[in-house]
């Protein structure tokens, strides 16, 4: 019942006015006879009062996005049916199109006698709490769908939400994990971490990008990369732990393979600076003038520079013998008049750079001095691999102009072939002078040779 007292009135409509939610009445008919500024605000608009009817928003939806007469709003169906909703959601569009989710209260306003004087209502924007809604679901979607493990945790260590990224990286599933401490994924020497991390959390602090170790349920380790957020309340009281885990399997192994290639490479690089020492040390020695070991020099680490080649693409892991015999012959040109033959074996590099030395050697002197250096002349290479996994290779020049003589002073070619290459595979070198030529022979353990990357196959190569 309402009291008649005009201070009472006054003072509620006053109290109408002042309040922070959006409230306004009608009269029996539905007519709206007051509202307070939160309704104005809520609407956009200001309706003119004893003239719209039902609701003072501009247009109306239901929360489906159907539009909603008037007639059909909260407001009409209290009055019309006379009881209260409580509850109610519709849309409220504003003249400058923005939609405004809220919940109505309408009430139906009785006298003493029960006749209904009106009703009051009150609009509750729900405009924020959609918003935290659809903040919130769309967090969970992206924590749900993230290829990151993405757990927390309470103060205390205790896991209270597990992703199924997390499940996947660690194998436990969230009725496993959620509940338990954290520290069992923590292996014994590094719970540390646990207490260090926890007092950077409690002071406030980020921790991003800390690389560890984690435990898997099989008992296999996780090398991971940790971001580790407080979670807050809304006055800023931190409640909580957010860790993002990262596998970082893959960038340990690469970095590894990167570190061990750069090893490579070092040793690589020492290995072939020895070998040019060596080279420049005995040319100079054996040169007539600077012209002559100018050239001498430059030959040899143009060899070496074609040994250097086949390896880069082979990835270092090595060449096939024919290959590296075939790029020292062809060099000069008379291909054609050399005839290899033997199985096919992939030379481990350190025997591409050495072997390769010994057959620009030898194919340099076949071109000036032995079997190449006239038109009728060829050489032939064989190599086999005996019972014994002995490798065998002899080189067989034929037809050369002139019987060649054994030399009175031996020089770097000779030197190569009878002690530098030969040693460098663990094998024996004899270098035999012909009245057709020379003849190479090499005898090396296959396993200083082979680079172990295929078997067998038996071949012949006419260049």
């Known amino acids: 019942m309402l009291d008649s007292n005009p201070l009472d009135i006054r003072l509620a409509a006053a109290s109408l006015r002042a309040l922070p939610v959006a409230v306004y009445t009608t009269d029996a008919d539905g007519l709206i006879v ?11 608009v200001r309706p003119e009062l004893g003239t719209v009817r039902w609701c ?25 049916e006379q009881r209260a909703i409580h509850g109610a959601e ?26 209904m004087l009106g009703a009051v209502s009150t609009l509750v924007d729900l405009s924020s709490q959609q918003l935290a809604k659809r903040a919130q679901q769309h967090l969970a979607a992206l924590v749900k769908s993230s290829h990151d493990a993405i757990i927390s945790k309470d103060l205390a260590g205790i896991i209270t939400t597990w992703n199924e990224s997390a499940q996947r990286l660690f194998g436990y599933d969230a009725e496993e994990a959620v509940g338990k401490s954290i520290t069992m994924l923590i292996p014994k020497e590094r719970l540390h971490e646990e207490v260090e991390i926890l007092a950077r959390i409690r002071a ?39 860790k993002v885990a990262r596998d970082i399997t893959a960038q340990k192994e690469s970095e590894e393979r990167i570190n061990a290639l750069m090893r490579e490479v070092n040793h690589r690089v020492k290995n072939q600076f020895a070998v040019i020492n060596a080279m420049v040390r005995e040319t100079s020695t054996r040169a007539t003038d600077s012209v002559e070991f100018a050239r001498q020099v430059s030959e040899r680490i143009m060899a070496l520079s074609r040994s250097h080649d086949l390896l880069v693409n082979g990835e270092w892991k090595g060449s096939s013998l024919f290959e590296l015999l075939l790029a020292h012959v062809r060099a000069f040109g008379h291909e054609e008049r050399v005839g290899m033959s033997g199985p096919a074996i992939s030379l481990q590099p350190f025997a591409v750079q050495y072997l390769g030395m010994a057959f620009h050697e030898l194919a340099t002197n076949a071109v000036k001095y032995g079997a190449l250096s006239s038109e009728a002349g060829s050489v ?40 530098v290459a030969p040693s460098a595979v663990s094998g024996k070198g004899e270098l035999t ?31």
């Open 56 to 80: 003072g928003s501009w247009r109306l939806y239901h929360t489906d996005g159907r539009p909603m007469a008037h007639g059909d709003s909260p407001m009409a169906i209290a009055i019309n």
């Open 380 to 419: 032939e290479i064989s190599w086999s691999v005996s019972g014994d996994d002995q490798f065998q290779l002899t080189w067989t020049e034929l037809g050369a102009l002139k019987p060649v003589a054994t030399p009175a002073n031996k020089g770097f070619g000779s030197i190569v072939l009878e002690r």
């Open 90 to 115: 519709a849309v409220a569009e504003r003249p400058d199109g923005t939609r405004v989710p809220f919940m109505a209260f309408p009430t139906p306003l009785h006298d003493s006698d029960g006749t």
């Open 433 to 463: 002078y012909l009245p057709d030529g020379i003849r190479w022979s090499l005898t090396a353990p296959l396993h200083a040779i082979h680079a172990k990357t295929g078997s067998f196959d038996a071949a012949h190569h006419n260049s």
């Open 34 to 44: 007051s509202y307070n500024d939160a309704a104005a605000t809520l609407w956009g």
């Open 204 to 242: 406030g602090e980020v921790v991003d990008h800390f690389e560890t170790v984690r435990l898997h349920k099989d008992g296999s380790r996780l090398p991971l990369s940790l971001t580790i957020s407080p979670i807050r309340e809304e006055d800023g009281t931190i409640i909580g732990v957010s």
